[in-house]
């Protein structure tokens, strides 16, 4: 793929606008409409979507999209022709086949005009919608908290698309790749904000800090000076609180922003003690 070319400082300024706006706009699901309409006018298109892939089961979770100044919900099952076509479209199905979540694609990354719309994807789907040029953005999906619509596995993509004309250029790859962290991250405080954890204890919270630390049951009763009875209580207690049933799924929800992973060899996941 083409290396990315540096944005001008005007990108830049109007980057910084993007990031540093604070979103009051929580959807029910997905990232906040005025990003999406931000990010839009950023990179220009004709239609810019954000939606949940579960490619294990051929669903979609959700979507949502803006075309012009209207925003819809694509509905939270894919299109059956989408799937049918999935596997052979080789931009659609790059993330799965690569495990490459950071690149920014292009479908002129995969194929020459000629060959894209002789393409079933092209055929069936695309060309009835107008779509000719798409930019793909993917993001991982963190483990999902009480309640959450993203499917386990999966992954979110954000699509820009245009009708036939100018491809996106590589400037607009680079602006989507710089921004690929905030789109993140908002996601991520959307989340936070639609789910907000349940209340824990003060000894709970104490606990938990431990517990994300990667210290082991023992550990933890040591620091505290309980026995380990007491620790696997407490875990029970959290888990029931927080509706989960492992640790790293507790750890997840109660410390969203964290990077996730227990340090130590711990206990195994998902029992208490």
């Known amino acids: ?7 001008t400082e005007r990108d830049l300024r109007r980057l910084a606008g993007i990031v540093s706006e604070r979103r009051t706009d929580v959807p029910a699901f997905g990232l906040p409409i005025s990003l999406l309409s931000d990010l ?5 298109c004709d239609v810019i979507s954000f939606e949940s892939f579960d490619t294990k089961r051929a669903v979609s979770w959700f979507g949502q999209a803006i075309c012009g100044q209207d925003e819809f919900s694509i509905g939270t099952n894919a299109d059956e022709v989408h799937w049918e076509h999935y596997w052979a479209c080789q931009p659609c199905s790059y993330p799965d086949r690569t495990g490459d979540l950071r690149t920014v694609i292009k479908i ?9 719309h002789g393409t079933g994807m092209y055929c069936d789907l695309y060309r009835p919608k107008g779509f000719e040029r798409e930019l793909m953005l993917t993001l991982p999906v963190r483990p999902a908290g009480p309640g959450s619509v993203a499917g386990p596995g999966g992954t979110l993509r954000l699509f820009l698309f245009r009708g036939p004309g100018t491809d ?6 680079a602006l989507l790749t710089l921004l690929r962290p905030h ?24 606990l938990m800090g431990l517990l994300a630390a990667g210290h082991t049951n023992g550990q933890i009763a040591r620091r505290l000076g309980i026995s380990e009875g007491t620790v696997r209580t407490h875990l029970e207690n959290i888990y029931r609180r927080l509706q989960v049933n492992s640790r790293t799924a507790a750890v997840t929800l109660a410390f969203p922003d964290r990077d996730h992973g227990l340090r130590s060899g711990g206990d195994p996941d998902g029992a208490p003690g």
């Open 168 to 173: 996106f250029s590589e400037a607009d790859r």
């Open 40 to 44: 839009k006018e950023q990179i220009r």
């Open 1 to 7: 793929m083409t290396a990315p070319v540096a944005p």
């Open 183 to 206: 789109v993140y991250q908002a996601y991520l405080d959307a989340e936070r904000r639609r789910r907000p954890v349940r209340e824990l204890t003060p000894r709970q919270w104490q």
């Open 108 to 116: 002129t990354d995969f194929y020459s005009d000629r060959q894209w």
